[in-house]
C-alpha cells in the first residue's frame, strides 16, 4: 500500500469516528509505516479469526449468516477484513474507545432526530387493536419486508447490463435473443407453478396400501427430478433466489415421506441450476458465464440421463424407493457443488474475472474431497478457455478483443495527438487500465505484467508494425499457477525488448533527448550566444509587437551558423511565446492540488505587457512513439528549466553590458572614481551571484544528472523504467534548480528583478552624464575656440582638464549614491535570506546539494556571521 494510500485511509477513519486532537493523522501514519509487514492472510489465520468473532459476538448466529452472505457474493478482502477486526476485539483499550465513541455518537444522532418529525401514523396506545387490523398490518409489513428484499427482475438486470454495454461500445451492440425466449416458460426446462388440473379430484394417496404409496412416489420423484410436478409432490413458486421448495400430500405414511424428503433436495438443485443456467446464457452476461453455463449444462444432461435410465427400470418394475434413494446418491453430491456454484456466481452478480475468482477458491477449498475438486476443476477449466483466449490476444500481439467488458484491462479512447497538446494528458497510464474486481485471484500476482505487456506490443503495433510473440503457447487453468506465469513472464521480456528496442534504435530516443538537452538545458554555448545577440533587440520589444516568424528566421540561421548545425534534429526546434512569465508558470504549475490552486486560476490577469525575453521559450516536434517519453508534460518540465536558466543568462548579459558601459568612467581622475566604487562593487557582486547560480544549475546539477540517467538508460529492460528514469532526471533538476519551492522562488525572483532594475538604473545614468560630458565638452571647446586657434593636441588637454575640473560637480549627486546604497541593501537582504532559507531546508529536509549554493556564494565567509546570527534569532524564536 502506498503512503499515500494510507495517509488518505487514517484521515478517513478519523473522519467516520469524529477524532480530534493528539498527534493528528501524521502520528497514526508513522506507527502504521513502521510496524506494517508484508502479511498475507491465509484460509486458517482467517478461519480462527471467524469463530474468535462469533464467541464475542452476543449473536453469533447472524455474524456467522452474515459472513457466509458476503463470502457467497465473493466480497474482496473479506478475510483481511475479519482478521482485522478479531485483533481489534483482543485489545480491550481500543474495545472501550470505540464503545464510548458509538455512544457519543448515538447520543448525538438522537438529539438530531428528536428534533425532526416522523411521517409514520401510529395507533394511540389507549385504544386496541383488533385482530383482523393486526393481520392487515403483518400483511403489509411482510409485503414492504419482501419488496426490499426481492432482487431486481431478469429483465430489468438484462436491460442494465445491455444500456452499460452499449454505452461503452456504441457501435458493437450487444444480439438480443428474441422475446419468445422468455415468454415460454415450458422452454426453460424448470418447473411451471400455478397450473392447476380440470380433471377429477385425486384419490388421496394416504388412502393406499404403503407398496401402492412407494409406486405412486417413486414415480411422482422421477418426474418431480426431471422439473415436472408431479401428483402427490408440487412444486412451490420462487421469488428471485430462493430455493425452491415442495408440498407433499400430508396424507402420505410417514416412513415413505421421510424418504421423499431425503430426495427432494436433489430436485431442488436441479430447479436452482436451471435457472442459473437459462438466466446466464444470455448475451448480456458474458462469455465467461456462457461458457460455464455450457459446462453445467453438459453435467445436467448427464444428469437427465441418469433419470431416464430409472424411468425404464421403473417401467419394468425394477425400481423401488430404496433403490431410487440409492442410484440417486453419487448424484446428490454432484447436485449440490453445481446448486452451491450456481447460487454463488448470482448472488455475488459474478462476470468475467470475478466467476474465475469464485470457481478457483472453490477448487482450493475441495482440496480433501478428490471427487468435488475435480467437478470444480472442470468447471473452473471450461469457464476460463474464453477469459484466456482474450488474454493470449492481449499478451501476445497487444489487442483487446472484450465484447463483454469481462477482462482485466480494460481500454479508454484517447487520442494520441493529445500527448503534444495537454500538459495533464496521462496517455501511457490512462490508455489501458486495471480493473480491480475483474482480476481472477490467481492472476492478482501478474496483473501489472499482463498490463504492461499488451501496452508495450500495442504501441509497436499502433506504428504499423505487426508484432506476435514467437515463443506464444495457448494459456490453459491448471492448480500450479507457475505453469501459466512462466509463459506471461515469457510474453512481458519479449514485449518489453521488441518496445526497448524499436525505440533506442529505430526511433534513436537517446539522440533525441540528447538534441533537446542542447537547447533547452543550454548545452551549446556558442550557439545560445549568437542566438542572443541576434535576436537581442527583437526580444526587447512587447510581445505583442513580436514577428514570430521573424524570430524563426533568426533561429534558423543561429543554428546554420554554429556548431548545432551537426544536430539532425535540429529542425524539430520551434520558437514559442508564453502567455506567462516563468515565474507565474511555475508558481500554476506549484499551485496544482493545493488550497492555492483555486485563488492562482482565478486571479485577474496583470496589465502588465511581457516582454519577448520574459515569454520566450523554446519548443520541440516530437512524433508517436517518442511522444510517449517527450510528451507534453516532459516538455513543460524542459522550458521551465530553459526559461529559467536563459532569463539568468540575459541577466548576465545585462551585468556585462553594464560593466562595459563602466569603462568610460576610467577617464575621470583617482579623487573623482571613488563615487562609483560602491556601484561597481554592487555590479560585481551581482555578476558573481548570478554566474555561482548558473554554473551550480548546469554543472551541480543538470550534468551529473543527465550522466546518470544516460548511464541507467543503457541498463532498462522496458519503457515503463525508461519513462521513470527521465521523469526523475527531471524531477531532481527542478528540485535542485530549486524551480519546486515556492518560497525559494520567490526571493530568487526578486533578487533577478533588483539586479534589472540595477542595470536599468546604471544604464540609464551612464546615458545621461555622458551626454551630459559630450555638453561640457563642447562648451569647453567653444570657449577656448574663442581664444584662438588650437591644435587636437591641445583640445584633449583642454578637454580632460575641464572635465576633471567639472568631476566633483558631476557626481556628488546625492540622490546617485542614495540609489546605490538603496539596490546594495535590498540585494543584500535577498541574498542572505536565499542563503539562510537555502541552510534550512538543506539541513530539514536533507536537500544537500543546495549546500553547494551557499558554499559557492559565501566562498570567503562574507555572509558566515549574519547567517549564524539570523540562525540564533530563529531558535529564540522557535523556543519562545
Not at 381 to 402: H, M, N, Q, T
Request: charged letters at 25%.
Amino acid at each position: 500500500m502506498s503512503e499515500f494510500r494510507i495517509h488518505h485511509d487514517v484521515n478517513e477513519l478519523l473522519s467516520l469516528l469524529h477524532v480530534r486532537g493528539g498527534d493528528g493523522a501524521e502520528g497514526y501514519i508513522d506507527l502504521l509505516q513502521k510496524h506494517r509487514t508484508p502479511y498475507v492472510t491465509t484460509t486458517v489465520s482467517s478461519h480462527s479469526a471467524k469463530v474468535k468473532l462469533a464467541e464475542f459476538s452476543k449473536t453469533p448466529e447472524d455474524f456467522l449468516r452474515k459472513y457466509d452472505e458476503l463470502k457467497s457474493k465473493n466480497v474482496r478482502n473479506l478475510d483481511p477484513l475479519v482478521y482485522f477486526l478479531s485483533k481489534l476485539s483482543e485489545d480491550k483499550e481500543i474495545l472501550q474507545s470505540l464503545q464510548q465513541n458509538a455512544h457519543d455518537r448515538a447520543e448525538s444522532s438522537a438529539n438530531t432526530t428528536s428534533t425532526t418529525t416522523t411521517s409514520f401514523s401510529l395507533p394511540q396506545t389507549s385504544t386496541k387493536m383488533s385482530m383482523q387490523e393486526l393481520d392487515e398490518l403483518r400483511k403489509k409489513l411482510g409485503n414492504v419486508t419482501a419488496s426490499a428484499n426481492a432482487p431486481m427482475p431478469a429483465e430489468v438486470t438484462r436491460k442494465m447490463l445491455r444500456d452499460r454495454h452499449n454505452k461503452k461500445n456504441p457501435t458493437q451492440p450487444n444480439p438480443i435473443f428474441p422475446n419468445w425466449v422468455y415468454d415460454r416458460p415450458a422452454l426453460i426446462g424448470d418447473f411451471i407453478t400455478g397450473t392447476s388440473s380440470t380433471g377429477e379430484p385425486p384419490v388421496a394417496v394416504g388412502t393406499l396400501p404403503l407398496a401402492a404409496q412407494e409406486q405412486a412416489l417413486v414415480e411422482d420423484l422421477l418426474f418431480v427430478l426431471s422439473g415436472v410436478d408431479g401428483r402427490d409432490i408440487t412444486a412451490q413458486p420462487v421469488l428471485g433466489r430462493q430455493n425452491r421448495s415442495f408440498i407433499v400430500d400430508p396424507t402420505l405414511d410417514m416412513s415413505v415421506k421421510e424418504l421423499v424428503n431425503r430426495i427432494l433436495p436433489v430436485a431442488s438443485y436441479y430447479s436452482t441450476i436451471t435457472r442459473f443456467i437459462e438466466e446466464k446464457s444470455s448475451f448480456e452476461y458474458g462469455q465467461v458465464n456462457h461458457a460455464l453455463t455450457a459446462a453445467m449444462r453438459t453435467l445436467m444432461k448427464e444428469y437427465l440421463i441418469l433419470v431416464t435410465q430409472l424411468e425404464h427400470l421403473l417401467r419394468q418394475s425394477l425400481l423401488s424407493l430404496q433403490k431410487l434413494w440409492f442410484y440417486i446418491q453419487p448424484t446428490m453430491r454432484t447436485m449440490e457443488i453445481l446448486a452451491s456454484i450456481a447460487s454463488s456466481v448470482d448472488k455475488g452478480e459474478c462476470m468475467g474475472g470475478s466467476t474465475l475468482t469464485l470457481l478457483h477458491d472453490r477448487t482450493f477449498n475441495y482440496t480433501g474431497d478428490s471427487q468435488a475438486q475435480e467437478l470444480c476443476l472442470y468447471l473452473t477449466k471450461a469457464a476460463s478457455v474464453p477469459y484466456f483466449e482474450i488474454l493470449e490476444k492481449w499478451i501476445y500481439r497487444g489487442i483487446i478483443k472484450d465484447p463483454y467488458s469481462e477482462f482485466m484491462v480494460e481500454e479508454h479512447e484517447l487520442q494520441k495527438e493529445k500527448i503534444q497538446e495537454d500538459y495533464n494528458d496521462k496517455y501511457w497510464d490512462q490508455r489501458y487500465t486495471i480493473v480491480q474486481h475483474r482480476i481472477p485471484s490467481y492472476l492478482q500476482k501478474m496483473a501489472d505484467k499482463i498490463l504492461s505487456t499488451g501496452k508495450y506490443l500495442n504501441v509497436v503495433r499502433e506504428c504499423g508494425r505487426d508484432v506476435t510473440c514467437p515463443g506464444a503457447k495457448e494459456v490453459l487453468y491448471t492448480l500450479k499457477e507457475r505453469a501459466y506465469v512462466e509463459q506471461i513472464e515469457k510474453a512481458f521480456n519479449y514485449a518489453s525488448k521488441v518496445l526497448l528496442d524499436f525505440l533506442l534504435e529505430e526511433k534513436e530516443l537517446v539522440s533525441r533527448l540528447r538534441s533537446i538537452k542542447h537547447y533547452f538545458l543550454m548545452d551549446k554555448g556558442d550557439f545560445f550566444v549568437h542566438f542572443m545577440d541576434l535576436t537581442e533587440e527583437e526580444l526587447k520589444k512587447p510581445v505583442d509587437d513580436i514577428v514570430p516568424p521573424r524570430l524563426e528566421a533568426l533561429l534558423e540561421l543561429a543554428l546554420r551558423m554554429s556548431t548545432a548545425n551537426t544536430d539532425p534534429f535540429k529542425d524539430d526546434l520551434k520558437i514559442d511565446l508564453m502567455p506567462n512569465d516563468v515565474i507565474t508558470q511555475l508558481l500554476r504549475v506549484l499551485a496544482i492540488e493545493t488550497k492555492q490552486e483555486k485563488a492562482i486560476i482565478n486571479a485577474e490577469p496583470t496589465d502588465t505587457t511581457l516582454s519577448g525575453l520574459e515569454a520566450f521559450s523554446f519548443d520541440y516536434i516530437v512524433k508517436w512513439p517518442l511522444s510517449l517519453i517527450i510528451n507534453r508534460k516532459a516538455l513543460t518540465r524542459y522550458q521551465m528549466l530553459f526559461r529559467h536558466m536563459f532569463y539568468c543568462k540575459h541577466v548576465e548579459r545585462l551585468l556585462c553590458n553594464v560593466w562595459i558601459c563602466n569603462k568610460d568612467f576610467k577617464q575621470y581622475s583617482l579623487h573623482c572614481g571613488k563615487w562609483f566604487a560602491a556601484a561597481f562593487a554592487l555590479r560585481q557582486r551581482m555578476l558573481n551571484f548570478v554566474q555561482n547560480i548558473q554554473y551550480y544549475m548546469m554543472f551541480e546539477v543538470m550534468e551529473p544528472t543527465w550522466h546518470a540517467m544516460e548511464k541507467n538508460l543503457k541498463t532498462v529492460s522496458n519503457i515503463d523504467d525508461v519513462l521513470h528514469h527521465h521523469t526523475s532526471f527531471l524531477d531532481n533538476c527542478l528540485k535542485d534548480c530549486m524551480l519546486t519551492n515556492p518560497e525559494l522562488l520567490r526571493i530568487f525572483s526578486k533578487l533577478m528583478s533588483v539586479c534589472v532594475m540595477f542595470t536599468n538604473c546604471m544604464q540609464r545614468f551612464t546615458h545621461s552624464k555622458r551626454q551630459e560630458r559630450i555638453s561640457l565638452e563642447q562648451g569647453s571647446l567653444d570657449t577656448a575656440a574663442t581664444q584662438g586657434d588650437l591644435t587636437n593636441d591641445e583640445k584633449k588637454r583642454h578637454t580632460a582638464k575641464f572635465s576633471g575640473e567639472h568631476a566633483d560637480t558631476v557626481q556628488s549627486d546625492a540622490s546617485f549614491e542614495a540609489t546605490i546604497n538603496k539596490f546594495d541593501s535590498n540585494f543584500s537582504l535577498l541574498l542572505l535570506d536565499l542563503l539562510d532559507k537555502l541552510s534550512v531546508y538543506s539541513t530539514n529536509d536533507c536537500e544537500h546539494s543546495m549546500i553547494s549554493i551557499i558554499y559557492r556564494l559565501d566562498f570567503n565567509g562574507f555572509y558566515t556571521e549574519r547567517l549564524e546570527r539570523m540562525a540564533v534569532e530563529r531558535t529564540h524564536k522557535a523556543v519562545a
